[in-house]
C-alpha cells in the first residue's frame, strides 16, 4: 500500500472499466428510462416533436421532416418561431423575470448577473440599436467579441431582428476576420476595445482594425463595446459606434420579434476542414433551437432552478449550443467567465464552482489534462458538493483523464458524460444519457435516441466489436447544418459524397472521425481522419497553417503534422522546406511562427518548426504525413518502403532529435 493519493486512485479506478450512474442522479434526472431508445426509433421522425416541443412556436410545422430534396433536409417544415423570444420573453412571461439568466465573473473579480428581466431589456435595446443601424432581416453580423456579457446579448438581438450572427472566436487573428467577414459578405461588425487575460489588457480594437483593412466590401457600421474603460482609449473613428451610447439612445425601446420561419437561418460558424478556406457551416431556427434545448435537458440534465456552467468559448459551437442557446432556452442559469483557469491562481474554476454552487460542469478534456497536471490539490481546497453532473467535448478523453475527473472533481458521485458531436451537428450525438446508461471511460457511449449513427468499412458493412472504421450518421436529425454558406456543392461533397448512394436516394453523413465499436454499441471516437488538427479541443486545417507558412519568403513548401503532446492533445508541428539561397535559421523560424500567428491565431503556433531539405514524398508525390507525424512523437518509423526519397528521413530524424 501506499500513502500517495493518486497512485491508490490508479489501483482502485484502474481495474474498473465500466461505472453505473449514481442513484442519487438516476432519481432527480430529466431522462432515466431506457424505453426511451425505442420510443424514437419506433416512431421515427415524430418522435422528434419531443425536441420542438420544448419551445414556443407561433406557428406550428405541418411536417416533421421533408426529406424531398435530400441531403438538404428540412425539418419542422412551415413552423415559425423566433430562437430570441424562446430564450428570454417567454421566460420574462412565465413569472421568472428575477431568476439570473447569465452570471459573469471577469478575469479579475468583478462580476455582473443578469435576470431574465435585464437580459430582456438588453436584448430589445441592443436590436433597436441595430435596426437603427441599418441592419436587417437576414443580413449577416459579424461578432468579433471575447468573453463578455454583450456577446450573448448580440447573439439574441440578432436573433430577435432576424439578422444571423456569424462569431468569430476572440483569439482569431486579423486576417481569419477579414477572411469570414468577406466569405459571409457580412456589412456589420459588433466588438470590443480589449479584455484581459493573465491580468494584462489586450488591445483588441487594433486586431479588428486590422482586420477590417482586410475587407474586400464596405463596412459601414462597427459598434465597439467598452470593456476596458479607461485603460486603453481608442479614437473612434467616422464609422464607429460606442456600444453603451448607442443602448442609452434606445433607453427603454422594444423590438418585437420577427417571426422566424423554422428553416430560416439563425447563425453561421465558420470551422476548419480539410482545403484551406474555412467552411461557414448554416445553422436554422427551427432545428437547432430544438436540438440545443433537447439535448441540453436529456444530456447535461439542465432544469431551469439549475446553476450551469460551461467552461467553453462562446466563439466556438460548444459555446454556441450550450452556453447560450440551449441553456437559454430551458430558461436555466448560465455562467461565463471571462478568463483563464489559472488567474490569479489554479483553482479559479473551482473557486468560481464554489461561490456560484453551479450544479453542472462541463469542460475540455485538455482542461482536465491541465488539471490533472497542477495537481488534486487545487479542486480540493474548494467545496464542489454542488456539483451533480460533468460533461467533456471536443476531443477524446483517455481512461485516466476521465477517471482523475469523476474522484477529483465529481466526488465519484456525478456522472460524467463524454459527448462527441461537431460544428456541423450542432449539438450532441453520441453520448451515454446520465440517467439511464453506464458509463465506460474513454468510450463515449451509443448514440443518443434517434441517432443513427454507425461505424462502417470503405464497402459500407458496419466494423466488428473492436475494429475501427469511419464514423457515420445515417439518418437526418433536427440539429443538422443545412448547407456551408453559398456553397451548396462543397456541402455535399465535404460530407455526403463519401458512402451516400445519390441515385437510389441513400444518404450518408461522414463527419470524417474514425471510431471503433464495442458489443453494447458503444462507440469510441478514435480522431479526424482528414487533414484537420485538434489542439486544445481545438480544430485546426492543417493547409490554412501550411500556407500560412508557405507565405513566408525563403519558404518554399511546407507540411503540418500534429504531434502528441500531453495537455494540448496535438500539437502544431511543422516541416518546411527553405527556398534555394535561404538559410533555415532562426530568425526565419520566427517568421513562421508569426506568420502563422497572423493567418489563424496564437492557438496554431508551431510547437517546433523543423527545416529540412525535402519532405518525404511517395512515388506519386505525395507528401507522407504518417512518417513525419511518427518523427514528430519519437516513435520507431513504420514502413518507409514507398517512399522515392528514404534517405531523407533520416536527416529529418537528426534535426528533431537534435533539438
Ligand atoms: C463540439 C466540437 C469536432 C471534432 C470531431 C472530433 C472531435 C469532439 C469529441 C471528439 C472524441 C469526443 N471531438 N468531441 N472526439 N470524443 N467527445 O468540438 O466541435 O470544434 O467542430 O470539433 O472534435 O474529431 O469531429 P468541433
Redesign the pocket.
Known amino acids: 500500500m501506499t500513502d500517495d493519493p493518486d497512485v491508490e486512485l490508479e489501483a482502485r479506478l484502474a481495474e474498473q472499466d465500466s461505472f453505473e450512474p449514481p442513484e442519487e442522479f438516476v432519481e432527480q434526472a430529466n431522462v432515466s428510462d431506457e424505453a426511451i431508445y425505442e420510443e424514437f426509433e419506433e416512431n421515427w421522425p415524430q418522435s422528434w416533436e419531443r425536441a420542438a416541443e420544448l419551445l414556443d412556436w407561433e406557428s406550428e410545422w405541418d411536417e416533421v421532416l421533408d426529406e424531398e430534396d435530400a441531403p438538404f433536409y428540412e425539418w419542422f417544415v412551415n413552423g415559425e418561431l423566433n430562437a430570441a423570444y424562446n430564450c428570454v420573453d417567454r421566460h420574462v412571461e412565465n413569472g421568472r423575470k428575477n431568476q439570473a439568466a447569465i452570471k459573469w465573473e471577469g478575469e479579475l473579480g468583478e462580476t455582473r448577473t443578469y435576470t431574465y428581466q435585464d437580459l430582456y431589456r438588453e436584448v430589445n435595446e441592443f436590436a433597436a440599436a441595430l435596426r437603427d443601424l441599418g441592419v436587417e432581416e437576414d443580413d449577416v453580423v459579424t461578432l468579433y467579441m471575447p468573453m463578455i456579457p454583450e456577446l450573448p446579448i448580440a447573439m439574441l438581438a440578432c436573433a430577435r431582428i432576424g439578422a444571423p450572427h456569424s462569431v468569430v472566436f476572440a483569439g482569431f487573428s486579423a486576417d481569419a476576420l477579414a477572411t469570414r467577414m468577406n466569405s459571409a459578405d457580412s456589412e456589420y461588425l459588433v466588438t470590443c476595445d480589449g479584455y484581459y487575460r493573465r491580468g494584462d489588457a489586450l488591445n483588441h480594437k487594433e486586431k479588428a482594425d486590422k482586420g477590417l483593412r482586410g475587407v474586400d466590401h464596405e463596412v459601414e457600421n462597427v459598434v465597439v463595446v467598452d470593456r476596458l474603460g479607461d485603460e486603453l482609449t481608442h479614437f473612434l473613428g467616422e464609422k464607429y459606434r460606442d456600444y453603451d451610447d448607442l443602448v442609452d439612445a434606445h433607453d427603454g425601446d422594444r423590438v418585437e420579434p420577427v417571426t422566424r420561419d423554422a428553416e430560416d437561418m439563425l447563425f453561421l460558424m465558420y470551422?476548419s476542414g480539410t482545403t484551406g478556406e474555412p467552411k461557414g457551416v448554416k445553422h436554422t431556427t427551427g432545428g437547432y433551437l430544438s436540438y440545443c434545448a433537447w439535448t441540453s435537458r436529456a444530456v447535461l440534465d439542465i432544469e431551469p432552478e439549475d446553476t450551469y456552467w460551461c467552461s467553453a468559448d462562446i466563439g466556438?459551437?460548444?459555446g454556441h449550443?450550450y452556453i447560450v442557446y440551449g441553456p437559454l432556452a430551458l430558461g436555466t442559469t448560465t455562467m461565463m467567465y471571462e478568463g483563464t483557469p489559472d488567474y490569479p491562481e489554479k483553482d479559479r474554476l473551482w473557486e468560481i464552482v464554489e461561490k456560484n454552487a453551479v450544479d453542472i460542469f462541463y469542460t475540455?478534456?485538455t482542461a482536465i489534462r491541465a488539471f490533472m497536471k497542477w495537481g488534486e490539490d487545487w479542486p480540493a481546497s474548494r467545496d464542489l458538493s454542488s456539483l451533480r453532473l460533468l460533461g467533456?467535448?471536443?476531443?477524446?478523453?483517455n481512461p485516466r483523464a476521465w477517471k482523475w475527473y469523476y474522484k477529483h472533481i465529481g466526488d465519484e458521485s456525478c456522472p460524467v458524460v463524454?459527448?462527441?458531436?461537431?460544428?456541423?451537428?450542432g449539438g450532441m450525438m453520441?453520448?451515454t444519457l446520465p440517467g439511464v446508461n453506464e458509463m465506460k471511460p474513454g468510450s463515449?457511449g451509443p448514440a443518443l435516441p434517434g441517432i443513427d449513427a454507425k461505424v462502417i468499412h470503405p464497402d459500407k458493412e458496419e466494423v466488428e466489436p473492436g475494429q475501427a472504421g469511419h464514423l457515420t450518421i445515417q439518418k437526418p436529425w433536427p440539429g443538422m447544418l443545412r448547407t456551408l454558406y453559398d456553397n451548396d456543392e462543397r456541402f455535399v461533397s465535404e460530407y455526403w459524397e463519401e458512402y451516400s448512394e445519390p441515385d437510389e436516394d441513400e444518404w450518408i453523413y461522414f463527419?470524417?472521425?474514425g471510431a471503433k465499436v464495442d458489443e453494447d454499441d458503444y462507440i469510441t471516437?478514435?480522431?479526424?481522419v482528414d487533414d484537420?488538427l485538434?489542439v486544445s479541443?481545438?480544430?485546426l486545417g492543417t493547409m490554412e497553417i501550411e500556407s500560412a507558412a508557405v507565405g513566408v519568403p525563403g519558404v518554399a513548401e511546407a507540411a503540418v503534422v500534429g504531434g502528441d503532446h500531453e495537455v494540448k492533445g496535438e500539437a502544431v508541428y511543422v516541416y518546411a522546406i527553405t527556398e534555394e539561397g535561404t538559410e533555415g535559421d532562426e530568425r526565419l523560424r520566427e517568421r513562421v511562427v508569426e506568420s502563422i500567428e497572423d493567418a489563424i491565431g496564437p492557438i496554431a503556433r508551431p510547437e517546433e518548426v523543423i527545416f529540412t531539405p525535402e519532405l518525404p514524398k511517395t512515388r506519386s508525390g505525395k507528401i507522407m504525413r504518417r512518417l513525419l507525424e511518427e518523427i514528430a512523437n519519437g516513435e520507431e518509423l513504420g514502413d518507409t518502403s514507398t517512399l522515392r526519397n528514404p534517405e531523407i528521413v533520416d536527416e529529418i530524424q537528426k534535426q528533431v532529435g537534435g533539438d
Open positions: 470551422t466556438w459551437i460548444t449550443s475540455a478534456p467533456t467535448v471536443g476531443e477524446p478523453i463524454d459527448t462527441w458531436w461537431q460544428t456541423e451537428t453520441v453520448t463515449a463527419p470524417e472521425d471516437v478514435l480522431g479526424r484537420v485538434n479541443g481545438h480544430r
